[in-house]
């Protein structure tokens, strides 16, 4: 038998892939529901509200890329590397059913997002652009000045990439693009 533990985290699980799927406007609790095998009156007893579900799923997401961040630093020991690296999680998302980095999607729906989504969509923003910018200066390919202009252009050119990729399902395009960032000097050869 599940416990109330478990099944909250079933219910967070289900959530992002819808999310990733279709965005916080495509979050519902009955769909949900049948995913996880309750009923959908059981999530409300979890998440009272599709706002507090959206900004729980919004805050998983955000801890888990920065653990993923922080693990890549600890496996990898070289920042130029780890930059070769990044754009990985991202096709990671692409190579499930095409799906799109949860920040992404939810970034495109703003206004649409309760406050508290919001708030955790630009972490998750914030967390990966002051990784990037830590691992540009660590690898002294910018100065620290330079690292967070730097940064974000790297974080806005990887997620377009994916859009572009998710919009024709086709992985390799996102491969092609991230190999003409690496020509064109943005990320490293």
């Not at 406007?25 to 007893?45: E, M, P, Q, T, W």
């Not at 922080?70 to 130029?80: F, I």
């Not at 919009?167 to 690496?182: E, H, K």
Request: glycine letters at 6%; charged letters at 25%; a negative charge.
């Amino acid at each position: 038998m599940a416990t109330n533990a478990n099944t909250k985290e079933l219910i967070l699980s289900a959530a992002t892939r819808s999310a990733q799927a279709h965005g916080y406007g495509g979050l519902n609790f009955r769909d949900l529901a049948k995913d996880v095998g309750i009923k959908a009156a059981s999530i409300h007893y979890y998440f009272p509200s599709k706002a507090e579900l959206g900004a729980a799923v919004a805050r998983r997401y955000r801890e888990d890329a920065a653990a993923a961040l922080e693990a890549l630093s600890d496996e990898t020991p070289d920042p130029v590397e780890r930059l070769r690296r990044y754009p990985d999680n991202f096709r990671k998302a692409l190579q499930h059913e095409n799906r799109m980095c949860l920040g992404s999607f939810m970034a495109a729906e703003y206004d649409d997002l309760p406050d508290a989504a919001k708030s955790e969509v630009q972490g998750f923003v914030d967390v990966n652009v002051a990784w990037l910018g830590r691992q540009l200066t660590a690898a002294a390919l910018v100065g620290i000045e330079e690292s967070p202009d730097r940064a974000r252009a790297i974080f806005a050119a990887i997620a377009g990439a994916q859009l572009m990729a998710r919009g024709r399902s086709d992985l390799t395009l996102y491969d092609l693009v991230i190999d003409s960032y690496r020509k064109a000097g943005l990320l490293p050869v």
